[in-house]
């Protein structure tokens, strides 16, 4: 009798409670969902190292102004000559500006002009605004105060605080429209795959508790200062979480489904099929949390919020698989799969033919007969890929305007400023100076041709310089745009020449910040990559018990994401004319890439592994290559196309990541999974498993 209460308990009673605290977790990350936004901070110069020096230059700073402010440029161009009526507005205009929540007006941060140009067709007002963290009412509220300008006037607002106003708007798809491409296209894929109306609803179901859940923790880490999410990566936590979640989902029910015909009862299915897959999505899904931790030991912030970040939606997304998705198989059973009529049967010799597609036993066929000449072509033609990779691919950073994809008038503004006033202006470099060495800083400056002016902050009425700590504050705006890389090069020289007359002279800015954000990306490059290699080599060697085994698939991972960044380097560069890259896109490419491209190896080689018990290396190799052809494939087009998504958002950064890991995930997938690895592996045979190979057939 207590023996059937156990039973009922754990058929009945224990999915329904988990369906319900997962109901519960859902409800709470709602609102967590709609206001995620309120805690997003997309201040480049929040995410660089405390050892950098625009870092300290921005800390020492704060004595002179308020460094949470964002200068905006109003430009106004009349191309017959600003006359007297467009200047009289301009003064007008500036006299209301008070009235602009969130612009900050003091004798430390004034409002610099009317500004006239030299060509007198152009004329700028500099507005410091203050911006924290994705709240930009200011800007808009600048916009609309001078949209009534006069018609002979054509009006910009540009300059930091207008892009990154613009920045904020590309985000502002993130919450609505990226997550309904991204089910939408998750949801077309399932109906093709399962050819069943209910069991794709409950996968994305699934997916979106997990997505919630994790929004709902992320949230309220961010809202008490634990950790930091801009927009990029909150991006990217949708993504991430939708796709891995499809993918484990999509794994369980593949093995549910082959159990159904194997076992008596749906409760047993399911027992069976969470048995065999426990493990490898287990490992998939560590190997995926470990590879974004390794990102804390970068030095640039934004790849060290990304990490916990991300980890966070890779346990929403194992948990909610193997909870959330067999509570709904234990109570809808074999009906999800309708109008498919799957038929239970425990005749072991139909049961061994379960799960094998013909496509897929031909391309079994293929690799069974030609296996070296497939894995040599195949390693070739990746290896050719990377080398045009490792010499073509541009990851020295982009100016903020070019971040920007699609039309924008802060971006127009940015790049026609230079027309008219020196490109540099509204984001000067800016120096703090030793008082006795000022002077001659000053000379060193102004004698500078790539300089177009040179002033000393001051807060006083008399406009002396003022002189805090011993220290002065000078401000130098360049011939050059904020941000490119010209602007970026004149940085170095500067530190370089300036230090000769004043050894703790520190320059800052905005072209510093990404200067600085650009020389750290490019060391988290250098470490990060092999951490995560030597991490996922271990965990590869305690699932698989094997040596050999492990150092084929690195060496497979490492040849697909050379290709693939071979590839987009000539995709980027020729075909989307993109200008370049943020230094962190290959190593970010890298860790989704190899953490995700791994998992399909992972959830083949168990496979192999379990075939391994029961026939010979080569027979193991053709029978899982079978069975698991279909699945991961399909996991693999669905990873695909939610990273695809991201390229709704117009943001060079997710463009590009978008690119890279959506076809890296279908070269890993369609080529390297398919191929390569049962290629490779059918021509070692058993010495694969090593030193364990006596265990194995």
């Known amino acids: 009798m207590l023996k059937r209460i156990n039973q009922k308990s754990i058929r009945f009673i224990l999915p329904i409670l988990l369906i319900i605290i997962w109901l519960i977790f859902a409800s709470l990350g709602a609102p967590a969902f709609k206001n995620i936004g309120s805690v997003i901070n997309n201040n480049q110069s929040s995410f660089l190292p405390n050892s950098s020096q625009s870092t300290s230059e921005i800390n020492a700073q704060k004595k002179f102004i308020n460094t949470s402010t964002f200068p905006a440029v109003l430009l106004f161009i009349n191309k ?32 610099e002009g009317p500004i006239l140009a030299k060509n007198k067709k152009a004329i700028e007002l500099i507005v410091p605004t203050l911006s924290k963290f994705n709240s930009y009412s200011a800007i808009k509220a600048l916009k609309k105060l001078a949209r009534n300008h006069p018609a ?79 927009g990029e990566s909150q991006g990217i936590l949708s993504i991430l979480v939708i796709g891995a979640s499809t993918d484990y989902s999509m794994l369980i029910i ?62 929403a997304a194992f948990l909610s698989a193997l909870t959330f998705l067999p509570s709904l198989l234990m109570i809808f059973g074999k009906r999800v799969f309708w109008p498919t009529n799957i038929k239970s049967s425990v005749d072991q010799k139909n049961a061994e033919s379960l799960g094998v597609s013909r496509i897929w036993n031909g391309v079994a066929a293929i690799v069974a007969k030609k296996y070296r000449p497939i894995w040599i072509i195949i390693a070739l033609i990746l290896i050719g890929l990377g080398a045009i990779g490792l010499t073509s691919f541009k ?46 800083i000053i000379r060193s400056l102004r004698s ?12 006083q009425l008399n406009k002396r310089p003022t002189i805090l700590d011993g220290q002065v504050l000078i401000n130098a705006v360049s011939n050059y745009p904020a941000f490119s890389n010209k602007s970026l090069n004149l940085v170095s020289q500067l530190r370089s020449s300036l230090r000769k007359i004043e050894p703790n002279v520190l320059i800052g800015g905005q072209s510093a910040v990404q200067l600085d954000t650009n020389i750290a990306a490019k060391h988290d490059l250098r470490l990060v990559i092999p951490l995560v290699l030597i991490v996922i080599f271990i965990i590869l060697i305690v699932l698989l018990r094997s040596l050999i085994a492990p150092i084929i698939l690195i060496i497979s991972v490492i040849l697909s994401y050379a290709a693939t960044i071979g590839v987009a380097s000539l995709f980027f560069n020729h075909v989307f004319n993109f200008p370049g890259a943020d230094p962190s896109v290959p190593l970010f490419g890298f860790i989704f890439l190899v953490a995700l491209g791994i998992d399909y190896n992972i959830f083949l080689m168990t496979r192999i592994r379990e075939e391994s018990k029961k026939v010979p290396t080569k027979d193991a190799v053709l029978k899982g290559l079978s069975v698991t052809g279909s699945v991961i494939t399909s996991a693999g087009i669905v990873l695909a196309a939610t990273f695809a998504a991201l390229s709704v958002i117009p943001i060079l950064f997710l463009a590009e990541i978008a690119f890279i890991v959506s076809f890296g995930v279908l070269l890993d997938t369609l080529i390297v999974r398919s191929l390569l690895v049962p290629a490779i592996c059918v021509d070692i045979g058993r010495p694969i498993w090593w030193p364990l190979a006596k265990r194995l057939k």
Not at 396 to 410: E, H, M, P, R
Request: aromatic share 8%; charged share 10%.
């Open 80 to 111: 017959q000559g600003i006359n007297r009526g467009d200047i009289k507005y301009l003064q007008s205009l500036k006299g209301q500006l008070h009235k602009v929540s969130g612009v900050v007006m003091s004798a430390s941060n004034p409002v």
């Open 152 to 230: 002979d006037l054509s009006f910009y607002l540009t300059g930091p605080g207008g892009l990154i106003a613009a920045f904020s708007s590309a985000f502002s798809g993130i919450n609505g429209i990226l997550t309904y491409v991204a089910v939408a296209a998750v949801l077309c894929i399932l109906l093709l795959v399962y050819r069943s109306v209910l069991l794709p609803i409950l996968v994305l179901l699934t997916s979106i508790f997990a997505l919630t859940s994790a929004i709902f923790v992320v949230y309220n880490l961010a809202k008490h200062n634990v950790l930091i999410i801009n």
């Open 254 to 315: 593949s093995r549910y489904k082959e159990a159904l015909h194997k076992s008596k009862t749906n409760f047993e299915s399911i027992l069976a099929a969470l048995k065999v897959v426990w493990e490898p999505i287990s490992a998939a899904a560590l190997t995926v949390i470990i590879a974004l931790l390794m990102l804390e030991f970068s030095r640039l912030n934004t790849n060290r919020s990304l990490g916990p970040v991300a980890a966070i939606g890779i346990v």
């Open 395 to 440: 990851a020295s950073g982009v100016s903020q305007a070019q971040s920007i994809l699609g039309k924008s008038k802060a971006v127009e503004g940015s790049n026609i400023i230079g027309n008219y006033f020196p490109s540099g202006s509204g984001s000067p470099f800016q120096i703090i100076s030793n008082v006795t060495s000022a002077p001659q």
């Open 448 to 459: 500078n041709q790539h300089i177009a002016t040179v002033t000393v902050f001051s807060n």
